[in-house]
């Protein structure tokens, strides 16, 4: 069956911020320039917003850009930051870091408590309106090439088929969504950005990504344990100092509070688990009380870019750009990356719109990277710069010296620290042999605070059909059994439940193509 042809001025691949962002930035200019621009956003999630899990702490400068009026239209920031914490574990204790110590940007002051899920749906309507034709359950599923070689858009997959490749009764092709231009907003590790990153050697010269897995739950807890707009962020305990990674809650409306750890993948024992390290977090005396007598509604977990300003690739191609998080723009230290994700779509936005105007296609948008490069997001990924890859010395000296480079960088004093650290390893090759590591022994779980993995997939969401195609392939099979198996004790074993996201990056010999991406 032929493939039905839809032909628009640019596509965007992700309903994410970034994506939607890039959207409206895109219809506000044409209907500044009073001319027509036909936009389109492929959403894989049902709907849009259906892959973000609430709970999240957003700057809203980038929001103040594309909308400044927000706050009339009703958009869903109702929790402003009212108080930070930032605390260390120890296995008995937690100590308590003065806010005065804290480099004045990791401040939450004017940030909101948001769900990520609600700001995106809210920014869909604000697209549609404005005239962004937006397709949910439609996974852009291969790179569309002209003659040339550009990127000249994306197909859809294909619909009813079966676990063997069949059609079902039901099968429908997928559709061929051809552009001027295509952005690829599809967040941490998304397939068409790997297939065009290796295809036109867009990391040649920059540092390997770095990469975290985050794990997140949504609570309703007792309302005597609730503080809304209440901040809190850990370090230190279940990590040892040769693990990077820390935590996250934050009091939203209603009695809501969203709670997360991040294990940075750089870890060296294959014998840990970035899922059991959550759930033994919560068992600390400083923690467990605020879930105590609450309820776990939600649960989710996703891949994070870290690497920060040394691994942001080369961002265009023939045809298109990358945009958010599909490049990597997230503040490690912050823990923040919507603001950043959204700038960055609205500066392809801009450079997409500028080409049309000249009657240009599907060649390099160079005024992108270099608008990008003049921008607050670079100036914001600049200061923390040397944060991650100071942690290679250890959580303590590694975090003393990125306190160190964020205040003077605050300061104005930024030229005492001209130099920028490099990442040198992937994440895989840190991690050692299983018989090198002690083994880690994992407390049971009381389904009370904390959860197995099967329980925590049943409210992640997520909702696929047995007879459909298996989207992750390995690229080689045996090496499962002769190298992860027989070297590393299996260390992709912890993911099998966890929407298999932590496979992505361990160890390199094995990893699968990714088909979709959590958020």
């Known amino acids: 069956m032929p493939r039905e042809v839809m032909e628009y001025d640019v596509v965007i691949v992700g309903g994410g911020p970034s994506g939607l962002s890039a959207a409206i930035r895109l219809k506000q200019l044409a209907a500044e320039a009073g001319r027509e621009v036909s936009v389109c956003v492929l959403e894989k999630g049902s709907e849009v917003g259906a892959h973000i899990l609430s ?116 099968y429908q092709p997928g559709m061929e969504l051809h552009a001027k231009y295509t952005l690829l907003a599809e967040g941490c590790r998304g397939s068409l950005s790997q297939e065009l990153m290796a295809r036109f050697n867009l990391r040649d010269g920059v540092d390997p990504q770095k990469y975290g897995i985050g ?104 045809g298109g750009a990358l945009i958010g998080d599909a490049a990597g723009f997230l503040n490690v230290p912050r823990i923040k990356g ?62 003393l010296h990125g306190g160190l480079h964020m205040w003077l960088n605050d300061l104005g004093l930024g030229a005492l620290v001209a130099w920028t650290l490099r990442h040198g390893k992937a994440d895989h090759e840190t991690l050692k042999p299983a018989a090198e590591m002690p083994k880690i022994e994992y407390p049971k779980y009381d389904g009370v605070l904390t959860f197995d993995k099967l329980s925590s997939v049943f409210v992640s969401n997520t909702n696929h059909e047995e007879n459909q195609p298996v989207h992750l392939q390995l690229r080689d099979p045996s090496i499962a059994v002769s190298v992860n198996l027989a070297l590393y004790d299996g260390p992709e074993q912890p993911c099998r439940s966890m929407r298999r996201i932590a496979c992505i990056a361990r160890p390199a010999t094995s990893r699968t193509r990714n088909r979709t991406s959590t958020g």
């Not at 969203?258 to 750089?266: D, E, K, N, R």
């Open 215 to 318: 794990l997140k739950e949504l609570w309703q807890v007792a309302p005597d344990k609730h503080q809304r707009g209440l901040v809190v962020h850990t370090q230190g305990w279940p990590l040892d100092s040769r693990t990077g990674g820390g935590s996250f809650i934050y009091h939203l409306e209603d009695n809501l509070v969203a709670v997360g750890f991040v294990v940075h993948l750089s870890y060296e024992n294959p014998h840990l688990s970035p899922f059991d390290e959550f759930q033994r977090f919560k068992t600390h005396s400083a923690i467990r009380g605020t879930f105590e007598g609450g309820k776990r509604i939600g649960y989710g977990a996703r891949a994070i870019n870290e690497g920060g300003l040394q691994s942001i690739p080369k961002l265009v191609f023939p």
């Open 338 to 399: 919507v603001h950043n994700a959204m700038k960055t779509g609205m500066l392809g936005a801009e450079a997409a719109f500028a080409a049309l105007g000249e009657g240009r296609t599907r060649d390099e948008l160079a005024a992108y990277p270099e608008a990008l490069r003049h921008s607050w997001v670079y100036e914001d990924l600049y200061k923390v710069r040397n944060v991650k890859p100071g942690l290679k010395w250890g959580l303590w000296l590694g975090t």
């Open 55 to 170: 709970g999240a702490v957003i700057d809203p400068r980038a929001l103040n850009e594309l909308i400044p009026d927000w706050q009339a239209k009703n958009a869903p920031l109702n929790t402003p930051v009212t108080e930070d914490r930032f605390m260390v574990l120890a296995p008995e204790k937690a100590f308590r870091i003065p806010n005065w110590m804290l480099p004045p940007l990791m401040n939450n002051h004017g940030n909101h408590i948001v769900s990520l899920g609600n700001v995106c749906r809210w920014l869909s309507s604000q697209a549609e309106t404005l005239g962004v034709e937006i397709y949910p359950g439609f996974p852009a599923a291969e790179a569309l090439y002209d003659e040339r070689g550009a990127v000249r858009g994306v197909a859809t997959g294909d619909m009813g088929v079966a676990r063997d490749g069949s059609h079902k009764p039901e």
